[in-house]
C-alpha cells in the first residue's frame, strides 16, 4: 500500500518532512493545503531544488507534484488520503484536525499540538475513539542518543533532570506573539519537557518564573524572553527548566542543550545528536549523524501502512500530557503561582 499523504501548512517545517517523505519508496505526497498559494508553490520549489541537488550528487530524486488547495474542506474531500501533516502555527489547529479524523485520516502533528487544553482533549478523543494512528513531532525522542541514553540508564531512578532551551528568537512572525505560539516554553522548551517525561515520567506540580528583559522593544513582542521553572514529578524527583531566546549568532556557543539526567554517582546529558555519559571513573561522549525527523517521517508512514497506532513513540494523546505540563508552567509564570498539573 502507498500512503496518500497531505499536508496543512506549507512553511519551513514542512519542507523538513516533505523531502523525507520523497526518500520513502511507501510513501506518497498528493496534496498540499495552506490559505497562502504562493507559500504552497514556494514550498514545493524548495522541495524540488533540493531533491535536484541530490540527482546532480548522483542520489536517488523523486520530485513533488502535488495538488495545492487554499481549501482544507476540498483537500479532506477529494485528495483521498490516509495521512495528513499538521504544519501550521500553533495558533491554526483543531478544524482540520476535526475534519480528517472525520474521514479516518491518519495525523501527523506538529508541536505544540495545540495552545489551549480543552481543544487538544477533544481532538485526542475523537483520534482514540476511531483508534486512528497519531503521531506528534517530538522528533528528539526517535534520535540514537535518546535510545542509546535509555539503555545507557537502565533501571537507576533519576534523582534530577535539568532542561535547556537556550537560544535566539526564530524568524517566522507568529512566534514572538503569546496568543499565536503560547511562548517560548510551549512552543519550543516543550521538546525538551517532552524528553524529561521520557525518562522521568509524570509532572504533578509545577512554578515558574519568566520576565521580558531584552526584546520589550522589538515589534509584537509580548513573550518572556527568559524563564526558569522547577519542576515535580509523580514519583518524587525534581527538575528544572531554563528558557532564554535573548541569545544569537556566537553568544549560543558552548552553552548546555537538552536535557541533563542525575543519577547516584551517574550523569548523563542528551539531546538530538549528542550523548554524553559521567560517571566517577570516566566520561564518555557520543555524536549522532542519523535525522530523528527522518525516523520519525519512517515510523509515521510504517504506523498508517499497518494501522497499528502502537508504532509510533509520541502518540497524540502522549503528547497532550507534554502539553498540559508546558501550558502549567506557563501560567504559573504569568500568576507567580504554584500550579498542579490538570488531568488529562
Ligand atoms: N519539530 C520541530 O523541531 C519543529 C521545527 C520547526 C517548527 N515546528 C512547528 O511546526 C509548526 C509550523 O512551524 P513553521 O516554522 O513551519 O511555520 P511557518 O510560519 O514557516 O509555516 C506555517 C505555514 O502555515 C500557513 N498557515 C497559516 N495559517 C493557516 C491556516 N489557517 N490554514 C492553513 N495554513 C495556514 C502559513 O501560510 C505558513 O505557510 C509550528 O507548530 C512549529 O512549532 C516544529
Not at 501548512?9 to 505526497?29: F, K, P
Request: one cysteine or more; glycine letters at 10%.
Amino acid at each position: 500500500m502507498t500512503v496518500r499523504i497531505g499536508f496543512a501548512g506549507a512553511g519551513g517545517v514542512a519542507v523538513t518532512h516533505l523531502v523525507n517523505l520523497l526518500r520513502l519508496q511507501d510513501a506518497e505526497v498528493v496534496a498540499i493545503h495552506d490559505v497562502d498559494a504562493d507559500r504552497i508553490a514556494g514550498c514545493v520549489r524548495r522541495v524540488n531544488a533540493q531533491q535536484d541537488l541530490g540527482a546532480r550528487s548522483g542520489d536517488e530524486s523523486r520530485r513533488l507534484r502535488p495538488k495545492a488547495y487554499t481549501d482544507y474542506r476540498a483537500m479532506i474531500a477529494e485528495a483521498g488520503l490516509n495521512a495528513l501533516y499538521i504544519c501550521t502555527p500553533p495558533s491554526v489547529r483543531g478544524a482540520i484536525e476535526m475534519a480528517a479524523i472525520e474521514e479516518d485520516v491518519a495525523l501527523c502533528v506538529e508541536k505544540p499540538i495545540a495552545l489551549r487544553l480543552d481543544l487538544a482533549r477533544e481532538i485526542a478523543a475523537a483520534i482514540r475513539e476511531r483508534n486512528l494512528v497519531s503521531s506528534v513531532c517530538y522528533q528528539v525522542r526517535y534520535s540514537e542518543a535518546v535510545t542509546d541514553a535509555h539503555m545507557a540508564l537502565g533501571t537507576r531512578p533519576v534523582a534530577m533532570g535539568l532542561g535547556f532551551m537556550l537560544g535566539g528568537v526564530p524568524s517566522v512572525p507568529w512566534w514572538r506573539v503569546h496568543s499565536q505560539s503560547g511562548g517560548q516554553i510551549v512552543e519550543q522548551a516543550t521538546h525538551a519537557v517532552d524528553l524529561m517525561r521520557a525518562f522521568m515520567g509524570e509532572v504533578v506540580r509545577v512554578y515558574g518564573a519568566g520576565a521580558l528583559r531584552v526584546h520589550g522593544e522589538m515589534p509584537g513582542f509580548d513573550i518572556h524572553d527568559t524563564g526558569a521553572s522547577v519542576l515535580h514529578f509523580a514519583n518524587g524527583a525534581v527538575g528544572s527548566l531554563v528558557n532564554t531566546s535573548v541569545l544569537g549568532g556566537g553568544s549560543t556557543a558552548g552553552f548546555p542543550t537538552g536535557v541533563h539526567l542525575f543519577a547516584a554517582d551517574y550523569r548523563i546529558e542528551v539531546w538530538g545528536g549528542t550523548l554524553k555519559v559521567v560517571t566517577p571513573d570516566k566520561t564518555d561522549e557520543f555524536r549522532y549523524n542519523a535525522s530523528p525527523m527522518l525516523a520519525l517521517d519512517t515510523d509515521f508512514v510504517d504506523a498508517v501502512k499497518r494501522r497499528d497506532p502502537a508504532r509510533v513513540r509520541t502518540s497524540y494523546g502522549d503528547a497532550l500530557r507534554t502539553l498540559a505540563v508546558t501550558l502549567a508552567l506557563d501560567e504559573s509564570a504569568q500568576s507567580g503561582k504554584v500550579t498542579e498539573i490538570p488531568r488529562v
